[in-house]
Structure formats: structure tokens, C-alpha cells
T-cell receptor
Framework: DGGITQSPKYLFRKEGQNVTLSCEQN?????MYWYRQDPGQGLRLIYY???????QKGDIAEGYSVSREKKESFPLTVTSAQKNPTAFYLC??????????????FGSGTRLTVV | AQKVTQAQTEISVVEKEDVTLDCVYE???????LFWYKQPPSGELVFLIR??????QNEISGRYSWNFQKSTSSFNFTITASQVVDSAVYFC????????????FGKGTRLSVIA
């Protein structure tokens, strides 16, 4: 079945650690996205990538980094510079540049907690 | 700039009541898509509907219906005869028609349907 797989489902981070959230899709979508969800804040865009080896900052990119070496994969690293990383992280994929933006497919999310 | 406002943060209804979730948007684009997504407790966002700016016809799908009014920049969502399984967070989103700009989400409305 085609879809997006996020792992792990739950992740615990110690203060000062970097952690990487995985996102893999087999939908042949060009574009991939990372959103952060906090209670009452909705979904806020962290980073997105419209094509392999290229990505752009979203509204809240500080303290995060990404890579897009393969079309299928868009991992998100939460660095120690992110002072308040506890949140629910959602990955999505969708059509790329020049295509009609018919919407995204979302993964099931990763809940990150700082301990 | 694009903006989506969901003024209702939380709504509680008793089972079998009808409920309407409001969505108001702002955009300078003349062509755009509007979306509704459902987020059940499991966390994954589930696509409900996409409507393009050319089509102002209301749409009905079972107990769900959507009212798109360009004149008031609104895209409201009504659930008829609500059920406990409808309890979720519902997001409205907006994007231009072409695939260069990420979806912009509202902050969501948490619906609780009480048996």
C-alpha cells in the first residue's frame, strides 16, 4: 500500500541531544513537508522540499535541520538549539512545482518529549 | 499573505445534534484550493474534502456537507446527526492552485460528541 511512514511513533530526548525523525513515502510525490503541532497552535510549517537536494525554511525552522538526498526520504533533525522541542511532528507529501496542489498525504506522526 | 481562521477552538455537542465548524480565509490569489482535514485521537490527518475557488457549489457526502461562499471568504463544514466517532480535531487549509506554496492551516477546532 502506498503511504507515508513516520518513525518512531514516540521519542524521548534528553536536554542537549540531537534527535532525528524519519519520514519515508512511496507515493512518488516530489514534495515533502514537516509540520509541528502544539496544543492550540494548529500546524506550523518547519521545512519543506519541492525536489531532491533542495529544501526551504518554513515559519519555524530555527533549531531544526533537514536533508533530501532521496525522493522517498525527508528526515528531520531536532537539534539542541531547539529550546522547546516537545511537540507532535507530522510529515506530509504532495505534488511538486508546476503541478496542481491537490493536497497532501500525512504520516501518523511522531510525538517528541524532552526528559 | 494567506491566512485561515477557525474561530471555534472547542465545541461540544450531544450525539445526534447537528454542528457547524467555521472557516474564514484570506488570500490574494484568484485561484486556490480549500481543504478540510480530520485528526482523530490517533494523530494522523485524514483528508475530507478539497474545493477549488471556481466551484461554489455546496457539497454533501453522507452526514457531511460543506458550504463555500466566496463573497464572505468562508468554507464552513456541517456534520448532521453527529456521532461519537466524529470526535476529533478538524482543520481547514488553503493553498494556491499551483504546487509551489505549502498549505496554510487554521488552528483547528476540537469537536467532542457526547453520547
Amino acid at each position: 500500500d502506498g503511504g507515508i511512514t513516520q518513525s518512531p511513533k514516540y521519542l524521548f530526548r534528553k536536554e542537549g541531544q540531537n534527535v532525528t525523525l524519519s519520514c519515508e513515502q512511496n507515493l512518488n510525490h516530489d514534495a515533502m513537508y514537516w509540520y509541528r503541532q502544539d496544543p492550540g497552535q494548529g500546524l506550523r510549517l518547519i521545512y519543506y522540499s519541492q525536489i531532491v537536494n533542495d529544501f526551504q525554511k518554513g515559519d519555524i525552522a530555527e533549531g531544526y535541520s533537514v536533508s533530501r538526498e532521496k525522493k522517498e526520504s525527508f528526515p528531520l533533525t531536532v537539534t539542541s538549539a531547539q529550546k522547546n522541542p516537545t511537540a507532535f511532528y507530522l510529515c506530509a507529501s504532495g505534488p511538486g512545482q508546476g503541478e496542481l496542489n491537490y493536497g497532501y498525504t500525512f504520516g501518523s506522526g511522531t510525538r517528541l518529549t524532552v526528559v | 499573505a494567506q491566512k485561515v481562521t477557525q474561530a471555534q477552538t472547542e465545541i461540544s455537542v450531544v450525539e445526534k445534534e447537528d454542528v457547524t465548524l467555521d472557516c474564514v480565509y484570506e488570500t490574494r490569489d484568484t485561484t486556490y484550493y480549500l481543504f478540510w482535514y480530520k485528526q482523530p485521537p490517533s494523530g494522523e490527518l485524514v483528508f475530507l474534502i478539497r474545493r477549488n475557488s471556481f466551484d461554489e457549489q455546496n457539497e454533501i457526502s453522507g452526514r457531511y456537507s460543506w458550504n463555500f461562499q466566496k463573497s464572505t471568504s468562508s468554507f464552513n463544514f456541517t456534520i448532521t446527526a453527529s456521532q461519537v466517532v466524529d470526535s476529533a480535531v478538524y482543520f481547514c487549509a488553503l493553498t494556491p492552485l499551483s504546487g509551489n506554496t505549502p498549505l496554510v492551516f487554521g488552528k483547528g477546532t476540537r469537536l467532542s460528541v457526547i453520547a
